[in-house]
């Protein structure tokens, strides 16, 4: 199978690009940097700097993972038009090349995340609920998964992968978390009492390619682990496992006063459930939180 990855080179796309070239399948990234991509995803894979590069091969699937990181900055107005172009006019770029093309894949699984609920409070959220359109964290995944959308128009069957918070050794959440905690300043944010849905980096990977394979599967999948945490608890789970006291919280005023719009993100939560993946016959390795932590520690 020739797959098409972009944002190849992120946290989740390393990963697939290293359990899809075990499978023995045949990987292409675009990528902002080309020359990076066979040393950061492996050496068999290809890096473009335009899709146009890829000519008439066939291809069998895109992956649209791309997408500059949602908390890195505060969301200034030069950071959030960013943030829409590296996600919305991307994937309308894609779309548009694939009006080009005489053979086109038959799948595009494209990335979206659990705040296109917004803040959901103490609802339990399934895929099919609504959304609370009140932060720009939700309008950007509502616009991106409407853009991803428009390729079945184009005959591809689409999937879209609402991805939790990702726990992984290599990067992402978790690794913002560490400093802090390991220097005894780790607490809970704010009253520690929003939903925090969260995955295993394994999960998540595995979750993709299950959905990949499954011809059936189209629209909204909530990847993340079937028990939702609330913040106070994997604050305490987190310190727990690296051998350090989580009793310093960050008080909603500094969180406000020091990221403005962002914090949004930090206080408010979803207790969001798999529930469609479940449906689908997908099997959670890791469902509890201290053992995916404990899984990871040795690594962090």
């Not at 290809?46 to 500059?68: F, H, K």
């Not at 409407?146 to 184009?154: C, G, I, K, Q, Y």
Request: proline share 6%; charged share 20%.
């Amino acid at each position: 199978m020739h797959i098409l990855l972009t944002g190849g080179t992120g946290l989740i796309g390393r990963q697939l690009c290293r359990h899809w070239l075990e499978q023995g399948h045949r990987l292409t990234v675009w990528s902002r940097k080309p020359e990076t991509v066979a040393k950061i995803c492996g050496a068999s894979v290809r890096g473009i700097a335009r899709l146009e590069d890829l000519g008439e091969e066939p291809l069998d699937t895109i992956v649209n993972l791309a997408g500059a990181p949602i908390v890195d900055r505060p969301w200034t107005h030069r950071r959030k038009a960013l943030l829409w172009s590296s996600r919305i006019k991307l994937t309308e770029s894609l779309l548009t090349w694939l009006e080009t093309r005489t053979q086109r894949p038959a799948v595009l699984i494209s990335g979206s995340a659990i705040g296109w609920y917004g803040d959901g409070g103490e609802r339990e959220l399934t895929e099919d609920s609504p959304p609370v359109i009140d932060d720009f964290a939700s309008q950007l995944c509502i616009a991106w998964e409407e853009t991803a959308l428009r390729a079945e128009n184009l005959g591809l069957r689409v999937v879209l992968v609402r991805t939790g918070l990702v726990l992984s050794a290599e990067g992402g959440f978790l690794s913002r978390l560490l400093l802090p905690f390991k220097l005894c300043l780790g607490g809970p944010l704010g009253n520690g009492r929003q939903w925090m849905p969260w995955i295993h980096i394994n999960d998540q990977i595995a979750l993709i390619d299950f959905l990949l394979h499954r011809e059936q599967a189209t629209g909204p999948y909530n990847a993340c682990a079937p028990k939702p945490v609330r913040n106070r608890e994997f604050a305490q789970t987190l310190g727990s496992v690296l051998h350090r006291p989580a009793l310093m919280p960050m008080p909603t005023l500094a969180l406000k006063v020091g990221l403005g719009e962002m914090s949004l993100l930090l206080l408010g939560g979803q207790k969001a459930m798999p529930v469609r993946l479940l449906e689908a016959g997908f099997t959670f390795q890791f469902t509890d939180l201290r053992a995916a932590l404990d899984d990871l520690s040795s690594r962090l």
